[in-house]
């Protein structure tokens, strides 16, 4: 199950852009992901160590949607070769107001997994995020 949340890494660079909705889990002070229902964005509170809220993905593509206005596609792509065929992950960003390309998995194989690529995705929604949070 721990793969239908963010990354350590991603959690705390979605604390930093302002994200704090409540969450199912958290990571503690050993980067360990912990169930905690109803949990903010909390740095640390009385007799806890520092932990920061662990959110589903889903709900990072929702935040990101609605703060943002990032329309996210994850889409298979078919991979035919002579010694291996199959399916592979790639991922676009859009502007959804105004139907503006953003940015893509630009790799020619994509990713492997669907959560490899969701990942991806989110690293680069990170990206993107700080770098306009700063252009502000």
Request: glycine content about 6%; hydrophobic content about 40%; aromatic content about 14%.
């Amino acid at each position: 199950m721990g793969n239908e949340f963010v990354t350590y890494e991603q959690a705390l660079a979605l604390k930093e852009l302002g994200f704090d909705d409540m969450c199912f889990c958290y990571f503690d002070n050993e980067k360990e992901l912990r169930t905690c229902i109803g949990l903010n964005n909390w740095s640390s509170h009385e007799g806890f160590p520092l932990f920061v809220s662990a959110p589903l993905k889903q709900q990072v593509f929702r935040w990101f949607r609605e703060r943002y206005e990032f329309l996210i596609i994850i889409r298979d792509i078919e991979i035919i070769a002579s010694d291996k065929s199959g399916y592979r992950w790639k991922w676009v960003i859009f502007k959804l107001t105004d139907d503006i390309y953003i940015a893509e998995d630009k790799s020619i194989l994509g990713s492997l997994t669907y959560e490899e690529a969701e990942n991806a995705c989110i690293d680069k929604l990170l990206e993107i995020a700080k770098q306009q949070d700063n252009g502000k």
